[in-house]
């Protein structure tokens, strides 16, 4: 089956903020969303037993990654990601165009699409828009995404157009060798921070009647305010019905202002990237458990948090792995962190189902900011 969004209210104080339901391959889930990240089909340390006790939803792959090794046909062969992987949760393929932009230089760049060099043996790659869906048909994750370029930041406007059209024809590209009955497609809205460009990137996308949309070229190094906006230009513009997906966002107060902006879906690699350095989310920001006033703190990382590694484990013991160099210091952080994240989501569904989320977003940034980084 395809996708299938169900919105079941919008929240009193502001219709941007929505409550829904994703209808999947592999169940239905409550939106809005946090969805780890497994680039090389496995999310970090982590099994997917315990990414499911984390409360885990879609889980993301790396196409790019995965065209490397093992390759889609080994995966195919497989039964697909989730049976290749052993998640029995919805899985998302991203088109593989982050890493290889991150890969190319400009000129490399044509309207067939985009040459560059392997990060693992150097040898020479061509990537284009047909390439890529075809790769994740054969990976058969619930959710592809279409092949767009994403233009860093700051970019001339003049480049942005460009890039921002290129991408629209890319996609309807990608759409027209799309062959996967089970499997949806997303567009990707792009245009930088330019308004009109948003605009037109949205209503032409929207044309092309993707089975969900992204917002792309956001958290690529602008100031907040400015991809605030780059969020609000965009869902302003996509149907009510279909998912809406904020890509690369994974800061907790990014969250709640995605889902103030109409967003319905996130993902990012930060949970388990910076668990992997000793820092961690808490109710009252960031902290890093390498610091050492926790040596002999025997409390959990987040009294309040549910997670296997605050109901087990105190911050001393969590600091002792850490830095002594022991994997599970990271594994303990990274159930942690996702843990967060997705109880965000969750809390933040409670108070729209009560009609109190903007009153829930102030607690949460007033309280998240009091300490931080400490």
Known sequence: MKIKYELIKNNK???????????????????????????????????????????????????????????????NKAGGLNKFMNYDGPTL???????????????DISEQGVKFKSHIDGRSLFLTPEKSI???????????????????????????????????RWAKRGKDVFDNPNQSLFGI???GEFEDLRYESAKETVKMDFDGYSIGGTS??????????MISYATKYLPK????????????????QGVSRGIDMFDCV???????????FTKHGRINIKNAKYKEDFTPIDENCDCYTCKNFTKAYVRHLITSGEVNGGRLLSIHNIRFLIRLTEEIRESIKNDRFEEYK?????????????
């Open 362 to 374: 102030e607690e949460f940034i007033n309280a998240y900011k009091n300490d931080g980084n400490n």
């Open 93 to 107: 393929t991203d088109s593989g165009g982050f890493q290889v932009f991150s890969l190319a230089k400009p000129c």
């Open 134 to 168: 075809q790769i994740q048909n054969k990976l058969n994750s619930d959710i592809a995404m279409s092949f767009d370029e994403c233009a860093a930041y700051p970019s001339t406007r003049q480049y942005i157009e460009q890039s921002m059209r290129r991408t629209l």
């Open 189 to 191: 809205v792009q245009g």
């Open 241 to 256: 019905d279909k998912p809406r997906y904020l890509m690369g966002v994974g800061d907790p107060i990014d969250i709640l």
């Open 13 to 75: 104080e502001d219709e941007n903020v929505r409550l829904g339901l994703l209808h999947t391959n592999h169940g239905t889930y409550q939106t809005p969303i946090f969805m780890p990240v497994g680039t090389l089909a496995n999310v970090k340390t982590l099994m997917p037993e315990e990414l499911k006790a984390c409360g885990s939803s879609v889980v993301l792959s790396n196409t790019y990654h995965l065209w490397l090794r093992p390759g889609e046909d080994v995966v």
């Open 220 to 229: 690529v190094g602008e100031p907040k305010d400015i991809m605030y906006n």
């Open 270 to 280: 930060l949970p388990t990237r910076i668990a992997r350095h000793g820092n961690c």
